[in-house]
């Protein structure tokens, strides 16, 4: 009598385990400065795009600059800004204020980056084309870990170049305040 009401109940509890399991959030992981080049060399023959993340969320309306802030506070240090790119062959227009590779559930790379600096809300996401199903998902719980995070434990400092007002810009958040501060061309 115990066998045949504990077999369906076994039953019940790996189907709603494996149902579970199809709605866990995403991990999401952020690669360092110093795991660019395994990060380029394990994705170089990706096809990436910005499809599956272009659903608009609160972050989206958010200014770049505490969106900075608050990746900072959840990530750390970017993977890569402007002071990496300086000295390379480039033209300091092209360049963003910062970069943030990730790596999801071990296997999707996303990236995600500044529009025009300090003077623009939401972010540009880019993510592996294979994987665009995940997408909408992925840009929920990253839209909810960075709401979540505390906007004070994000104090960053970067560099940034607005070509259209051909002017370098000292870009941080310390003590509560975002400044955007214009300066001469920092040596690197």
């Not at 149902?19 to 395994?38: C, D, G, N």
């Not at 394990?42 to 309306?61: C, H, K, M, S, V």
């Not at 999801?104 to 995600?112: K, Q, S």
Request: aromatic share 12%; no cysteine; charged share 25%.
């Amino acid at each position: 009598m115990i066998r045949k009401t504990l077999l369906p109940l076994l039953i019940m509890l790996i189907t709603a385990s494996s149902a579970l399991a199809q709605f866990e959030e995403p991990e999401i992981r952020a690669i360092s400065h110093s795991e660019r080049h395994q990060f380029q060399n394990e994705f170089r023959n990706i096809a990436w795009t910005g499809q599956g993340l272009y659903n608009p969320t609160t972050i989206d309306r958010l200014p770049t600059v505490e969106l900075r802030a608050r990746l900072q506070a959840v990530f750390g240090d970017p993977t890569q800004t402007i002071d990496d790119l300086i000295n390379q062959n480039f033209r300091p227009g092209k360049a963003v204020q910062f970069e943030y590779w990730l790596i999801v559930d071990d296997e999707v790379p996303l990236m995600i980056l500044d529009l025009d600096g300090p003077f623009e809300n939401g972010l540009v996401y880019v993510g592996a084309s294979q994987y665009v199903d995940l997408m909408p998902q992925i840009k929920r719980t990253l839209t909810r870990m960075l709401m979540e995070s505390d906007l004070e434990e994000g104090t960053f400092s970067d560099y940034f170049y607005s070509p259209e007002r051909e002017q370098w810009y000292l870009v941080q958040y310390r003590d509560g305040e975002f400044n955007r501060t214009p300066i001469d061309r920092p040596s690197f």
